[in-house]
């Protein structure tokens, strides 16, 4: 396997993140009550097609993915006589500038949205689901923080650093539905540092090892036991959180886990077939078009859906009630209208997933390199936490982000090292 160059992790993190947009699209929509504009998600109302969120939950591919990547930068810095602090400016760099971009643009529009005299409480709701997929920003950066250390345990033993994991994971649940709720936030480390040793395994040709056969044993494993945890068991079906039931995604629960698994066998199956296909010219231009603004497809994919749902219903239009005839009818019309209107927005701002030296000031060390990956993450959970409306919470976390960036910067720049890439398509295509 040549892990330089891959067209099919490539081709897996684009439509990943692609895969998160529509799967919002389809399931947000908005509902009007006695003259009031309220949120809605249409899993709460059709529950046959919760069943349908173990394909389009899509974030341990993602994750797998990112340890692809981050084994090829850590590898790359190494060889290049580089060392912890340089990798961390380079991925953490590479994360979050198209954050930083989003994190001061929405905020500004909300607020002179505000000024306008929207109501403050249907603003405010609007600032919350766009700050809600910041989280996945937040603990990205923190896993990918941690995967020199993963790494090296995954040289010394592959098995038993993925092992530990799923017990640590499944032995958190157990705490989390018995004991102590708040525990189950632990979750957030061991499920998807799990879901990067997968990537590690994968990058290090272990998983093209697997034959079919095998491939197809793990895939039917964990079908039935997500059967088993989500039938028999006390988990929900759905593996995106919905109202009134435990989650599975936030914190993430062993089902997420297992879900990875079955996504991995289900990679291995795939792959030949994908990247035959992938040697075709339009197919690799797709791959790279989206891979080129990724960041900016997931950013930004819930403001462009708020802009559509604003402008049915200041044109007198009222969205349809979720599994009505009109709603089924209208999905794929929706969906083609939401990734066009995606796509103009994406052409300005795709810029800032350009990679760029990194500026920094004064010399610093691992330690400020750590100190600024916790200020990143912290800004980013507070963005979650607190949503992009309110101006006391808002720019605070914006300020612990642009902090961090600057400590990290300033570690890879005091070093005078290079931007590195990561091999994914967007450093190989000019």
């Not at 599975?248 to 990247?275: D, E, F, G, I, Y």
């Not at 403001?303 to 979720?322: D, I, K, S």
């Amino acid at each position: 396997m040549n892990a330089g160059r891959d067209r099919f992790v490539d081709a897996l993190r684009a439509a990943s993140l692609v895969a998160v947009a529509v799967g919002h699209w389809l399931m947000a929509t908005m509902v009007v009550v006695d003259g009031e504009v309220h949120g809605a998600n249409a899993l709460d109302s059709i529950a046959a097609l919760r069943p349908a969120t173990w394909l389009l939950q899509v974030m341990p591919l993602f994750f797998m993915a990112g340890g692809f990547s981050n084994a090829l930068v850590w590898r790359r810095t190494v060889r290049r006589g580089g060392g912890y602090t340089e990798f961390v400016r380079s991925r953490v760099h590479r994360l979050t500038r198209p954050a930083m971009a989003f994190a001061v643009i929405t905020p500004t529009v909300l607020g002179l949205a505000l000024l306008t005299g929207l109501p403050e409480q249907q603003v405010g709701l609007v600032g919350e689901l766009l700050g809600g997929p910041l989280w996945f920003l937040g603990v990205y950066v923190l896993v990918t923080a941690l995967a020199p250390l993963m790494l090296r345990w995954h040289g010394r033993s592959p098995v038993a650093a993925a092992v530990a994991l799923a017990v640590a994971a499944a032995t958190v649940d157990v705490v989390r539905m018995e004991v102590a709720g708040g525990v189950g936030y632990l979750n957030f480390a061991f499920v998807w540092l799990f879901a990067q040793q997968v990537g590690f395994w994968y990058v290090d040709g272990r998983l093209a090892r697997v034959t079919r056969k095998v491939a197809w044993i793990v895939l039917a494993a964990a079908c039935v036991a997500l059967l088993v945890l989500t039938g028999l068991g006390p988990y929900p079906v759905s593996m995106v959180g919905l109202t009134g039931e435990m989650s599975n995604m936030a914190p993430p629960s062993v089902c997420l886990l297992v879900l990875a698994l079955a996504q991995a066998a289900a990679c291995v199956l795939a792959r030949p077939r994908v990247n035959a296909w992938l040697e075709r010219t339009r197919p690799w231009a797709a791959v790279v078009a989206c891979g080129s603004r990724a960041m900016t497809i997931y950013l930004w994919h819930l403001p462009v859906l708020v802009a559509a749902f604003a402008m049915m219903l200041a044109a007198g239009v009222t969205p349809p009630a979720p599994g009505s005839t009109t709603w089924w009818l209208s999905r794929p019309v929706w969906v083609v209208a939401l990734a066009a209107m995606l796509a103009a927005v994406s052409m300005p701002l795709a810029r800032w997933e350009r990679a760029v030296p990194a500026r920094g000031g004064s010399p610093g060390g691992v330690a400020v390199a750590c100190l600024g990956v916790a200020l990143v993450s912290l800004g980013l959970f507070g963005l979650t936490l607190g949503g992009l409306a309110d101006p006391e919470t808002t720019w605070p976390s914006v300020a612990g982000v642009l902090a961090g960036r600057v400590l990290v910067g300033t570690v890879g720049a005091a070093c005078g090292y290079p931007s590195q890439g990561d091999g994914s398509a967007r450093d190989r295509v000019s």
